[in-house]
């Protein structure tokens, strides 16, 4: 089996599953991600994302306790694996080892 | 009030619908939390509408999917395993594999091409931006003739039409020379054309437009390799005279027409030209006849029903009976051009019926390979009995066993359809000479093949793989293991039986039928017309009514041996084309006129021809008086004008058209056929007029041709300097009548022979299974004295007994087809039972070499050899 790699969107939605913790179900994950990075998503779009993360043994799900609210409605919620936390981390240093090769002094007045 | 806060219920239900349940809870409290969100924020209706849009996008392959493959891993790795299966299959049992795929491959090379064909045919002049508002004019005379002229009164009044977006004249007439610098050429798919016909069809324009390049006489737009051919230079400007009588100037040039259009034009000469040159073709006051290439086209506004403008030019034929030839018109839409065949077509004709038969033969080639499939997989099931078995003692479910087995059918499906491909690929540009049609000129790969390939490959994999997959995954795993397959076998014997029977009947009808077919293109080819076309050449005149050229070139041929004999007339007894017809006038004629053929006939005419004078005399050189204007008519006319002997008719004045001298009948010739043998004989007229001898024929010394042919090129060019010299054989000519059977029996005889082919492919696979499965019955047999010829008829006693059962279903449904086939020709061979019979034994013998040869080295084994191992 190859190295498995993550999307743009795969990633941020795995970092929200990461921020949100124990709170991390699809209506949390959309506004978490409207007010963090000030983008607007589908609903359908996060689920399908979450499905196919926890397809790849990044995150895993469970069905959370009855509540008045959501017409008495299960949160599925979801929560980082270590091998989630691992490949957070790999991206991360990847990103910071490439940032590092560009050059930086670069003098920006003409 | 709480009921106004529910979400939209039809959304809830949509998703419910195609949502997977382990999902549903989640994602529905997802959204109804949002919509409560939604409510408090930007109000109910807001909320309800984006409740339903967000529940909708759920509706994507990530989500409903997920209920299919529940567990897509296992699945996956199954169908691997079922790919590697079918690949060890297909190694392990090499010859069956071997088999299976070249009948299936030839079936789908056969169905392909066919679909190819039919594709092509289909795709005449559909390809226009409105084809779907254009027509054809198509004129019916008095007697419900249909013809393909259109006066030039009826273009007028189409034009002035309220309800005609454009209304055009176009007319075929090549040229017998054209001149470009100094040097005769010949220019064939020539057309007088008007700018808006141009417009309507979609051509492509390299240089010049509708509007300027051919609004004005005397102008020409050429096609883009005859402009190459005839000015490599560059054409734009460049004059060409035209048949020794004027120059035109080329104002354009188009890109080649595509070749799925009637409409090949390659020198197209602006239309106002005709008014100059042959106004009679083209004048705007005729609604009488004419020449049947002077088609009408017209473009009605969208919206606009045919059958108003019918019934609008119905009433102008009404208004214009006196000197108008045509009782009404009907307007032919522009898909349906290629197929009809009153038209005097500017390309070729496709009658329907030939598409559709090939079509059908495809298929049954395609239906034959399929069931070879199936035998030889039902022949299989026994080997593969424990593999199945063994599956399903390990949990295998039913289904998963089906899907196996359909997953190995569509591997062989596939590489079938890869070679098949590659054969259609190759072999199109042949089967465009059998058919005489130009699909390998079209694109053939596009998406629409790829599409029928797809659709076809899933159909037989489905079709093929269907009985196998419930047989084999039905078997018991216990009585397998027990070795108890015999009650099974049984029943898969007698359909394999049935299969078989199906098979060869099919196959059997196709021979017989192409047989028939073929005995009735020999017939049409050798019998007898009533003239002698042996040795003939014909030659266009360009000079019709120049009797001195004429003559002198008659004088100077006839000095040589080559050549034996010469004449001239309309047109030689029986053409394909120029066809004159002829109202007739007599008291003896129902309504006291009729319409005959009229023939232009030389004094020499019917010695030359052979045809026999019945009763007066022969044309002879003083008969041209004025005075005394004569006439002779052929034994049909003679019936038609009600006299009982040809006798009786000599001396007989019929009055012609509208003059108002009447012509004496002073000779009677009997009948010949002037039309293909598929028409009836019809009454004809023959009048010695010098100026309307349009052709001349020579009768040739046939072990001498080449002399000949140099000696008439000779004569012929120094009489016509400024014409292009071309010959060509009545012989020849004469088989284009039978263009659409040649075709029909060419193709019968190719996918006959294929599907014969398959069926053998298929009986020898079933024979040498038997012949494994009883290699030791027939050691043992041996061993205890059995001869080789008892064995032989042991082994393949069984199969030829059902081919015979399939020639006996087979002869009736092809004597039944093969009738229909003939009455529609109105000179036919009878029922030749001979054909069956030789059909009978051709797939016999087919079917006898397979099996024999597979029986023979099986009941030839040494006994101790087939004995031996265990």
Redesign the interface.
């Known amino acids: 089996m190859g190295k498995e790699y993550l999307g743009e969107f795969e990633e941020l939605v795995l970092t929200m599953v990461g921020i949100l913790q124990e709170d991390a179900?699809?209506?949390a994950i959309?506004s978490e991600i409207k007010e963090r990075a000030g983008r607007d998503v589908?609903?359908?779009?996060v689920?399908?994302t979450l499905?196919?993360l926890e397809d790849k043994g990044l995150i895993k799900s469970k069905?959370g306790g009855a509540t008045n609210?959501?017409?008495g409605?299960?949160?599925?919620i979801f929560t980082i694996t270590n091998a989630g936390l691992a490949m957070l981390r790999a991206i991360k240093e990847m990103r910071t080892d490439l940032w590092k090769l560009i050059p930086q002094l670069k003098i920006a007045g003409r | 009030m709480s009921r106004q806060k529910d979400p939209p219920r039809l959304a809830l239900r949509f998703l419910k619908w195609f949502c997977p349940s382990h999902?549903y809870?989640?994602?529905?409290?997802?959204?109804?939390?949002?919509f409560?969100v939604d409510v408090e924020q930007v109000g109910l209706y807001k909320a309800r509408r984006r409740f339903a849009y967000?529940a909708v996008?759920?509706f994507?392959p990530?989500?409903i999917l997920?209920n299919t493959f529940a567990s897509p891993f296992i699945q996956r790795a199954m169908l691997k395993n079922f790919i590697v299966v079918a690949w060890r299959n297909t190694v392990r049992n090499r010859t069956y594999a071997a088999l299976n795929i070249a009948g299936l491959a030839l079936g789908l090379a056969t169905f392909l091409m066919m679909y190819l064909v039919v594709r092509f045919e289909n795709s005449f002049d559909r390809y226009h931006k409105d084809a779907d508002r254009m027509y054809q004019v198509i004129s019916y005379d008095k007697f419900n003739e249909p013809t393909s002229h259109v006066p030039g009164a009826v273009i007028k009044f189409l034009r002035e039409n309220s309800g005609v977006e454009s209304a055009s004249a176009a007319l075929a007439w090549p040229p017998n020379v054209i001149k470009v610098r100094n040097e005769n050429l010949q220019q064939e798919h020539a057309f007088y054309v008007t700018p808006e016909f141009m417009k309507t069809l979609d051509i492509k324009w390299i240089a010049g437009s509708p509007d300027k390049s051919l609004s004005a006489p005397y102008q020409v737009v050429l096609d883009e390799p005859t402009a190459h051919r005839l000015f490599p230079e560059g054409a734009m400007g460049k004059t060409i005279r035209v048949d020794n009588a004027y120059d035109v100037t080329v104002t354009g040039i188009i890109q080649k027409v595509p070749v799925n259009s009637e409409f090949q034009f390659e020198f197209i000469i602006s239309y106002k030209t005709v008014d100059r040159y042959a106004s009679w073709q083209s004048n705007e006051n005729n609604w009488g006849g004419g020449d049947s290439s002077h088609h009408g086209y017209v473009m009605l506004k969208e919206g606009v029903e045919a059958a108003d403008l019918e019934a609008q030019l119905r009433k102008q034929a009404e208004l214009h009976k006196e000197h108008g030839q045509y009782a009404y018109f009907k307007l032919l839409p522009f898909s349906e051009i290629h197929f009809t065949e009153d038209n005097d077509t500017y390309n070729y004709i496709t009658p329907h019926w030939l598409p559709d038969t090939l079509f059908y033969i495809g298929l049954f080639v395609l239906v034959i390979a399929c069931i070879n499939f199936v035998n030889l997989a039902t022949v299989q099931s026994v080997q593969r009995s424990r593999e199945i078995a063994v599956r399903k003692i390990l949990g295998s479910s039913r289904g998963a066993l089906v899907c196996q087995f359909f997953v190995e059918t569509a591997v062989i499906v596939l590489m079938a359809e890869i070679i098949a491909g590659g054969m259609a690929t190759l072999l199109v540009g042949h089967m465009d000479y059998l058919l005489s049609t130009h699909v390998a000129s079209a694109p053939v790969w596009n998406g629409n093949t790829f599409g029928f390939l797809l659709l076809t490959g899933l159909a037989v994999t489905f079709a093929s793989g269907f009985y196998p997959a419930l047989i084999l995954s039905g078997f018991q795993p216990m009585s397998v293991m027990r070795n108890k397959l015999a009650a099974l076998s049984a029943r898969g014997i007698s359909l394999r039986q049935a299969l078989v029977v199906f098979q060869f009947g099919i196959a059997q009808v196709m021979v017989i039928c192409m047989l028939i077919a073929l005995k009735q293109m020999q017939y049409f080819h050798t019998q007898n017309l009533g003239f002698d076309s042996k040795s003939v050449i014909t030659i266009d005149m360009p000079d019709s009514g120049d009797e001195m050229k004429r003559e002198h070139l008659r004088q100077q041929l006839l000095k040589h041996s080559a050549i034996k004999d010469v004449t001239f007339g309309l047109t030689s007894p029986s053409s394909t084309r120029n066809w004159w017809w002829w109202t007739i006038k007599h008291p003896n004629l129902a309504n006291g006129a009729a319409t005959f053929r009229l023939q232009f006939v030389d004094t020499s005419y019917f010695r030359f021809y052979k045809i026999p004078v019945v009763a007066g005399r022969m044309f002879q050189a003083n008969d041209t008086s004025k005075t005394n204007p004569v006439v002779m008519i052929n034994e049909q006319a003679v019936a038609a004008l009600g006299f009982a002997t040809p006798e009786e008719a000599i001396g007989t004045k019929l009055g012609e058209g509208d003059n108002v001298e009447l012509r004496t009948v002073i000779g009677v010739v009997k009948n010949y056929h002037s039309q293909s043998l598929k028409a009836d004989i019809v009454p004809h007229l023959y009048s010695f007029r010098k100026s309307n001898f349009y052709l001349a024929s020579f009768r040739i010394d046939p072990l001498s041709a080449k002399e000949a042919i140099a000696l008439i090129g000779k004569y012929w060019t120094q009489e016509f300097p400024d014409n292009y010299f071309k010959y060509a054989f009545l012989d020849s000519d004469l088989r284009t009548f039978y263009e659409d059977e040649n075709k029909f029996s060419n193709m019968l005889t190719t996918f006959a022979g294929v599907g014969i082919f398959i069926g053998c492919l298929g009986l020898y696979g079933l024979v040498s299974f038997v012949c494994t499965r009883r290699t030791k019955e027939i050691g043992i047999r041996k061993v205890l004295g059995a001869s080789i010829s008892s064995i032989l008829l042991l082994l393949s006693g069984n199969f030829l007994v059902l081919v015979t059962v399939a020639f006996a279903v087979a002869a009736p449904i092809a004597w039944y087809v093969m009738q229909q086939f003939l009455e529609q020709y109105t000179n036919h061979i009878e029922m030749p039972w001979s054909a069956f019979a030789v059909a009978g034994a051709i797939t016999f013998i087919m079917a006898v070499m397979p099996v024999g040869w597979q029986s023979l080295r099986a009941s030839r084994a040494n006994p101790s050899d087939s004995l031996k191992y265990e």
């Open positions: 179900y699809g209506n959309v589908l609903l359908s779009a689920h399908v499905y196919r069905m609210a959501r017409g409605r299960r949160k599925r | 999902l809870e989640g994602i529905e409290g997802d959204l109804l939390e949002a409560d967000q996008r759920f994507r990530g989500i997920r």
